[in-house]
C-alpha cells in the first residue's frame, strides 16, 4: 500500500462548483498535513496546512483531516478558473532522533475550472 | 514570483553528456532541496542540504551529484543520465529543516535525456 493516495483526476468542474479534493494515507505517524497548488510551469506553492485532526479555513478554501479515517480533504467554494491547477497533499511526521522532517506527497490532482 | 529561481528552465541532454543545473533563493533560507516530479508519480525528495551540509540522501543514484556552496546556493550535477531519468526537477528552500517548516519551490527545470 502507498503511503499517500491521491486520485491523480483530471476533474473537470463548472465555475462557481463547490470542489472536494481528497488524499488517503496509512502511515498513522503523520501528523501535519498541508495542500499545495501547482499552476502549469511553474513549482507548488503552500495553500494550506493543519495539524492533527480538525478543520481549517482560509478564504474560500478549507482543509480537513480526519485522522481517525487517515483522510484528508480540501474544499474550494464557488470555485473560479483562476483556481485551475493541480493541487498536491503532503503529509509529514517527525522523524526521532533528528529535526529533519521529510514531507510525503500524493500524486496530484489535475483541476480544470471551466468559465 | 517565488524567491527561488532554477537555470535553465529547459534542458535536453544526451545519455553520455554532463550538465549542471543550478538553485538560488532570495529568501534568507538556511535549508534547501532537490526533487524530482515524473509525470503520474508523486514528488520524490533526493537531497535535502541543512546550513551546507547534506542531511538526507534519499537512495539518490551516484550519476546525480549535489553541490551546496552556500546556503543560497544548490546545484544538481547530472552525468550518463539514463532516459528514464527524464522529468521535472524542482528546488526548494525554507527557513530551516527542522519542524514545521513551509517550503518554497522554484519553477523547476524541465529535463529530458535522450
Known amino acids: 500500500q502507498k503511503e499517500v493516495e491521491q486520485d491523480p483526476g483530471p476533474l473537470s468542474v463548472p465555475e462557481g462548483a463547490i470542489v472536494s479534493l481528497n488524499c488517503t494515507y496509512s502511515?498513522?505517524?503523520?501528523?501535519?498535513f498541508m495542500w499545495y497548488r501547482q499552476y502549469s510551469r511553474k513549482g507548488p506553492e503552500l495553500l494550506m496546512y493543519?495539524?492533527?485532526?480538525g478543520n481549517k479555513e482560509d478564504g474560500r478554501f478549507t482543509a480537513q483531516v480526519d485522522k481517525s479515517s487517515k483522510y484528508i480533504s480540501l474544499f474550494i467554494r464557488d470555485s473560479q478558473p483562476s483556481d485551475s491547477a493541480t493541487y498536491l497533499c503532503a503529509m509529514s511526521a517527525t522523524r526521532s532522533g533528528g529535526s529533519n522532517y521529510k514531507l510525503t506527497f500524493g500524486k496530484g490532482t489535475l483541476l480544470t475550472v471551466n468559465p | 514570483e517565488t524567491g527561488v529561481t532554477q537555470t535553465p528552465r529547459h534542458l535536453v541532454m544526451g545519455m553520455t553528456n554532463k550538465k549542471s543545473l543550478k538553485c538560488e533563493q532570495h529568501?534568507?533560507?538556511?535549508?534547501m532541496y532537490w526533487y524530482k516530479q515524473s509525470a503520474k508519480k508523486p514528488l520524490e525528495l533526493m537531497f535535502v542540504?541543512?546550513?551546507?551540509?547534506?542531511?538526507e540522501n534519499n537512495s539518490v543514484p551516484s550519476r546525480f551529484s549535489p553541490e551546496c556552496p552556500n546556503s543560497s546556493h544548490l546545484f544538481l550535477h547530472l552525468h550518463t543520465l539514463q532516459p528514464e531519468d527524464s522529468a521535472l526537477y524542482l528546488c526548494?528552500?525554507?527557513?530551516?529543516?527542522?519542524?514545521?517548516?513551509?517550503?518554497?519551490f522554484g519553477p523547476g527545470t524541465r529535463l529530458l535525456v535522450l
Open positions: 493543519t495539524y492533527s485532526s
Open positions: 526548494a528552500s525554507s527557513q530551516g529543516a527542522g519542524g514545521l517548516e513551509t517550503q518554497y
Open positions: 542540504y541543512n546550513f551546507k551540509e547534506q542531511t
Open positions: 502511515n498513522s505517524a503523520f501528523q501535519y
Open positions: 529568501l534568507g533560507h538556511n535549508a
